[in-house]
């Protein structure tokens, strides 16, 4: 599951056995840009990483491209509750946060599109599961189980990837409707791929591999991920990546701090 530990028992990360395909994730082929135009350098890795102020405690987090929303979730006795925060600015400090609206106790890892209309989860027995509204500020409703074996949601404006037996996959999204999923073969080791974040323009992807923090990039969405190499996070604890910034200039992981999950931003110079 991404981010700090949760208590709930019988959560498995199921899946399907890993397979030989691999996924064009966006529809049409769109080229890397100037990796030294631009806010900041492309080229160069993720470091430094800093807290991000008021998100002290976001277990599973996912943040938005513009870096305003986080959902998350909170843990409190035997209850597991979904909330989301929201900023001002993208220096500002996050609020405590509220419960989302219409999702129901224990479940995980959520991710929220763009529009806050739809909302992937995970079950605690590793399937993944969907929720609707007609708008930003309706309740959550319409929970469905979407019958893919899973878990790690995250949701990009392309496709909806995932991790599943110790691989990470993608569904692509046509029209708002989820394709078959099939595992990113370039990304495949012997050891576990998890927690898959993607960039906007899905050229780049942050996940876990098994204990590492490992960010993989390509040169269009027809092209292959390159295998990926290892971010230096410094004395991080249990680091799992929860967003890329629109611009790709930031990295916002979560870590396990006792018994908190606060969230910390790397930065490209």
Same mark, same amino acid.
């Not at 993607?198 to 295998?227: K, M, Y």
């Given at each position: 599951?991404?981010?700090?530990?949760?208590?709930?028992?019988?959560?498995?990360?199921?899946?399907?056995?890993?397979?030989?395909?691999?996924?064009?994730?966006?529809?049409?082929?769109? /080229?890397?840009?100037?990796?030294?135009?631009?806010?900041?350098?492309?080229?160069?890795?993720?470091?430094?990483?800093?807290?991000?102020?008021? /998100?002290?405690?976001?277990?599973?987090?996912?943040?938005?491209?513009?870096?305003?929303?986080?959902?998350?979730?909170?843990?409190?006795?035997?209850?597991?509750?979904?909330?989301?925060?929201?900023?001002?600015?993208?220096?500002?400090?996050?609020?405590?946060?509220?419960? /989302?609206?219409?999702?129901?106790?224990?479940?995980?890892?959520?991710?929220?599109?763009?529009?806050?209309?739809?909302?992937?989860?995970?079950?605690?027995?590793?399937? $993944?599961?969907?929720?609707?509204?007609?708008?930003?500020?309706?309740?959550?409703?319409?929970? =469905?189980?979407?019958?893919?074996?899973?878990?790690?949601?995250?949701?990009?404006?392309?496709? $909806?990837?995932?991790?599943?037996?110790?691989?990470?996959?993608?569904?692509?999204?046509?029209?708002?409707?989820?394709?078959?999923?099939?595992?990113?073969?370039?990304?495949? =080791?012997?050891?576990?791929?998890?927690?898959?974040?993607?960039?906007?323009?899905?050229?780049?992807?942050?996940?876990?591999?098994?204990?590492?923090?490992?960010?993989?990039?390509?040169?269009?969405?027809?092209?292959?991920?390159? $295998?990926?190499?290892?971010?230096?996070?410094?004395? $991080? /604890?249990?680091?799992?990546?929860?967003?890329?910034?629109?611009?790709?200039?930031?990295?916002?992981? =979560?870590?396990?701090?006792?018994?908190?999950?606060?969230?910390?931003?790397?930065?490209?110079?």
């Amino acid at each position: 599951m991404r981010g700090a530990k949760l208590l709930l028992v019988g959560l498995a990360a199921c899946g399907s056995v890993k397979g030989t395909q691999t996924i064009d994730a966006a529809p049409a082929d769109t /080229a890397v840009p100037d990796t030294t135009a631009g806010p900041c350098n492309l080229a160069a890795g993720f470091a430094n990483p800093a807290p991000v102020p008021g /998100a002290a405690n976001v277990s599973g987090a996912t943040v938005s491209y513009d870096e305003l929303v986080i959902y998350f979730s909170l843990s409190q006795g035997q209850s597991i509750t979904t909330s989301r925060a929201a900023r001002k600015t993208k220096s500002g400090a996050f609020p405590v946060g509220e419960p /989302a609206p219409g999702v129901p106790d224990l479940v995980l890892a959520p991710s929220a599109n763009e529009a806050e209309t739809v909302l992937y989860l995970q079950s605690g027995q590793g399937e $993944l599961l969907r929720m609707t509204r007609a708008n930003p500020t309706a309740d959550w409703a319409n929970f =469905t189980d979407i019958s893919i074996a899973g878990v790690d949601p995250f949701i990009s404006r392309t496709a $909806l990837y995932f991790s599943a037996g110790g691989d990470i996959k993608a569904a692509p999204l046509q029209s708002g409707t989820l394709g078959s999923p099939v595992r990113i073969d370039s990304l495949a =080791t012997a050891m576990s791929e998890r927690n898959p974040v993607a960039s906007a323009d899905d050229l780049e992807i942050a996940f876990n591999r098994d204990t590492s923090l490992v960010v993989a990039s390509r040169t269009s969405t027809t092209a292959d991920f390159n $295998l990926g190499a290892t971010v230096d996070v410094g004395t $991080l /604890a249990s680091v799992h990546p929860a967003g890329i910034s629109e611009d790709r200039c930031r990295l916002y992981v =979560t870590a396990q701090v006792g018994n908190s999950a606060p969230l910390y931003m790397l930065s490209r110079p």
